[in-house]
């Protein structure tokens, strides 16, 4: 990313002057490529045949600037965010991080979670689960028979999956297990060992599953969402046969995930005035929960594991802990600012890879507004926009004299 540099270029005698050999140094450097690396002044007089402090490095050549004319030069450069849309799911892997929405066929990818680009899936449906197992991304929508894999982010191979309302999918090393629920209560549940083939399995009660992790013995999914609340969370050891079990509080539990053997369920109980934000650890495969309470109100969307603390978004916000009982909130990025509309911002999907946090997410309000933010601490976090940048060179310089220069985003 290019931030504002400004300095100073010196035609003064370098053996004399000391500000001539000490402002000559460095005017931008990005990613180990030099712009316009100014040579340190030397105790000798510049010359035109001399390799006096008049020496300047300028777009890979070294060029005397004393007396020397250079010409006029504009560069503008286009960085760009994450593209419009309310961005719902992110993954890392093969050195990228890709995002996937609804009702396209477009997916946005980055090296850095700053500058995106644009690539394409097999169909227009309504993408809704993303996921990386170590060797390839996974894509899976609701309400459609196509799903995708891509061992780069770059090239897909497309699937078939029973059509359902999927809405998470977790991998135990050599199944990938997903559990539907977006479009209603269901006993849908599926499996597939290359993401592009998949058995049908059954859920052991008809509810709103939404999210499922594995935490190494058992996978363990969670159900309840929107009015159809639900205190039932379903554990597996093969994706296949499911037992019931009973968690803490009757709500919409959105997202689980595990630390090792510790499952970590987060959720939302709307039937409490005010609102309230609802963890529950379990620390023996799903059989028993705590539960836990922050004060605040908030509504997760996605929770992860970092291998250091718990981070979970939703809505506005962000919310982290280093034990799964005590927990912290902050406010994300706003992502469309006036009249109202910043209560819509919704920050849906979040990812740990390169060793820093990934959100991803928009505004529905008015106007789709693509938002996505690193952070790697989940407590400070700095959102990816467009920005252009126009730089402009020097045109002549001269004996004795010093030039100012800026470039300017």
Not at 56 to 63: I, Q, R
Not at 158 to 184: Q, R
Not at 340 to 353: L, S
Request: charged letters at 15%; one cysteine or more; hydrophobic letters at 35%.
């Amino acid at each position: 990313m290019r931030i504002p540099v400004s300095g100073n270029i010196s035609t003064k005698d370098g053996s004399s002057n000391k500000n001539a050999r000490m402002t000559n140094m460095l005017a931008e450097e990005k990613q180990g490529k030099s712009f316009a690396a100014i040579r340190p002044g030397l105790s000798q007089v510049a010359s035109t045949t001399g390799n006096g402090n008049g020496l300047v490095c300028f777009n890979g050549e070294l060029v005397n600037v004393y007396d020397a004319a250079l010409g006029i030069v504009v560069e503008t450069e286009t960085e760009y965010g994450i593209p419009d849309g309310l961005w719902f799911r992110v993954a890392y892997g093969s050195g990228k991080y890709l995002a996937i929405r609804v009702a396209t066929d477009e997916y946005a990818y980055s090296s850095d979670g700053d500058e995106w680009e644009v690539g394409v899936l097999p169909a227009i449906v309504n993408w809704r689960i993303l996921v990386f197992n170590g060797s390839k991304f996974l894509a899976i929508p609701y309400g459609s028979t196509v799903c995708a894999t891509s061992t780069n982010g770059l090239d897909w191979t497309e699937g078939t999956i029973t059509s359902a309302g999927w809405s998470s999918v977790a991998w135990n090393g050599t199944v990938f297990c997903a559990v539907a629920g977006v479009l209603g209560e269901t006993t849908s549940a599926a499996t597939s060992t290359d993401g592009l083939s998949w058995t049908s399995r059954t859920l052991p009660a008809s509810k709103r599953w939404m999210g499922i992790a594995w935490n190494g013995t058992v996978f363990c999914a969670v159900s309840g969402f929107s009015t159809e609340s639900s205190n039932v969370c379903a554990v597996s050891s093969d994706g296949i046969t499911w037992e019931a079990k009973t968690l803490p509080d009757t709500c919409t539990w959105y997202d689980i995930c595990a630390n090792g053997t510790t499952f970590c369920a987060v959720g939302w109980d709307n039937t409490n005035v005010p609102n309230t934000t609802v963890v529950a650890i379990s620390t023996d495969h799903g059989e028993n929960w705590t539960l836990y309470s922050p004060a605040f109100n908030m509504e997760p969307s996605k929770v992860l594991h970092t291998g250091s603390f718990y981070c979970a978004v939703g809505g506005k916000y962000c919310m982290t802990s280093y034990d799964g009982a005590s927990w912290s909130r902050v406010t994300m990025p706003t992502i469309l600012e006036g009249g109202g509309e910043e209560d819509a911002d919704t920050w849906a999907g979040v990812v740990y890879g390169d060793s820093k946090l990934c959100a991803v997410g928009g505004n529905g309000e008015d106007v789709l507004i693509g938002a996505s933010a690193t952070s790697t601490n989940g407590s400070t976090w700095s959102p990816s926009i467009t920005r252009t940048y126009t730089t402009t060179t020097i045109t002549t310089l001269t004996e004795n004299a010093d030039y100012d220069f800026a470039l300017i985003p």
